[in-house]
């Protein structure tokens, strides 16, 4: 068996010739990269807008200032370009795969299969996403008048991980369900909506139904721990303890996930031939 | 022409019974379809956060719910997804074979669309119930006029989304990353139609923009007309204005749909 070093180094290596062929295959479409790249700028331009309105009448609401409501919209933007450029497009493709059978190809290759699914495609112009959440962010701090200690940004970049593997999790979740029921397109919209709710505090759902939909967004679908939680580490008021049970709980998350996809995988029984 | 449109009526029913018994065939789909319209809830509950210190304008809380409930029942009502479907037959072919049929591709995908309406209207009807429970008092001001110009804008709606959706789908014609533009309108229609935001209480610089833009006519305009915020005398004369905007909008989609299929050059088998 290899060590664990060696394992960690080839899948290092497999991971960058994965990113390069996507790199490529997009540079192949240069006008495609500068369209969809303007269009992801304008689409977040005008996500900024329904914010705008609402800070617009009130200078504060739910306990969020506009430069505060502001970062939560940064991670927002941020972990769209994530879900966008790196998640969804590989998965969306195992759909495909499990549909038409051609899965089997990835399988028979010699490295984990969740891996090569997950590292298929990458989406690069998505990086103007990214830029436009780092402009929010400064924007939004030179609003605060103050900007993050260097532990407030080292707990913050936690918890982007944390975000990322959550992300990812729910999408290995939802790719999963194409084992049993092979559609799952519309699930993966019925995710993007859900996901929308992520672009405002999620204090601003308190008043509704007691806050059980609070709770729903933070432990069933837990939209909050990746963008409003990532913020208020930023922001220094994230106390330690619901910081660490909210590490533990991610984890957790990714765990089951993967668990449900070794389960889905082993009822995979190709479509062709 | 007219045998054109004597035989598209003659295959109608047919075309609707078939697209019925596709929406009941896949409707756990359906169902996941009509969930991912929730956007109007969340920016309910928003609002609600908003007013709770007082209204906005003409807007309390119990407008406030009225309206986003009322966006609901248009939306799903109204609601059209057919540039996605469009783009994705022309690129993969499948549209060559609904260009072989004597009948206009246009009709069927009227007919698909229509067919899915009732599916949509019994989905909404739950909110319909909600919405009568919860603003029973403001609707369409209890004014049977009113009642008859919403009828009639909401067909309106109907017909004008169909339409943009026939011009976007037929842009898959003409762009290679005709998605992208799918994006974008969504995020100007988000705004601008008052989705997002009642029209009213959004700031002039957008607000003067989206009074005349045609977005508002898919959907502020017959929930505005329901919820009672427009005078019998305004909503006439808007419905004028939509009709206008059905009539030029849909002349246009049917032109760049017809020089679309002349470069047309189906990929595939």
Partial sequence: ?273 | MATDLARAVKAFPTLMRVGVAEVVAYRAEFLVWILTTNMPLVMLALWHAVAAEGPVGRFDQAQFTAYFVGVLVVRLATGNWMAWQMSMEIRDGTLSAKLLRPIHPIYSYAADHLSAVPMRIAAASPIVVGLIATSWARLLRHDPRLGLIFAASLAGAWLLMFFSMVLLGALAFYVDSAMGVFELWMGVYGIFSGYLIPLEVLPGWVAKPASVLPFRFLLAYPVETLVGLLSPGQALRQLGVQWLYVAVIGVLALRVWRAGVRRYAAFGG
């Fill in chain 1, 1 to 273: 068996m290899r060590s664990p070093v060696g394992l960690v180094a080839r899948y290092a290596g497999l991971f960058g010739i994965q990113l390069r062929m996507s790199s490529l295959a997009a540079m192949q479409y240069r006008v495609d990269f500068v369209t969809r790249g303007l269009i992801a700028f304008l689409w977040s331009a005008l996500t900024l807008i329904p914010l705008l309105v609402v800070f617009g009448v009130r200078q504060k609401f739910a306990g969020w200032s506009f430069g505060e409501a502001l970062i939560v919209t940064g991670w927002f933007t941020l972990l769209r370009a994530v879900l966008e450029g790196a998640v969804s497009p590989s998965l969306t493709a195992v759909v495909e795969h499990v549909r038409k059978g051609t899965l089997d190809f990835v399988l028979l290759k010699p490295a984990d299969a969740q891996f090569l699914v997950s590292t298929a495609k990458f989406e690069p112009w998505r990086v103007v996403d990214a830029v436009g959440a780092l402009a929010i962010f400064g924007y939004a701090f030179a609003k605060l008048g103050r900007w993050p200690s260097f532990a407030q940004v080292l707990a913050s970049l936690l918890f982007l991980g944390l975000a990322i593997l959550i992300l990812y999790s729910i999408w290995i979740l939802v790719v999963s369900a194409a084992f049993w029921v092979v559609k799952v397109d519309n699930l993966s919209y019925l995710f993007g909506s859900l996901f929308d709710v992520g672009r405002w505090p999620i204090d601003v759902l308190r008043g509704v139904w007691r806050g059980t939909l609070i709770l729903m967004f933070t432990v069933v679908f837990p939209v909050a721990l990746m963008t409003t939680y990532p913020a208020l580490a930023l922001l220094g008021r994230l106390d330690l303890r619901t910081a660490m049970l909210a590490l533990g709980g991610g984890i957790v998350f990714a765990i089951i996930a993967r668990r449900v996809w070794r389960r889905a995988l082993a009822m995979y029984t190709s479509a062709s031939s």
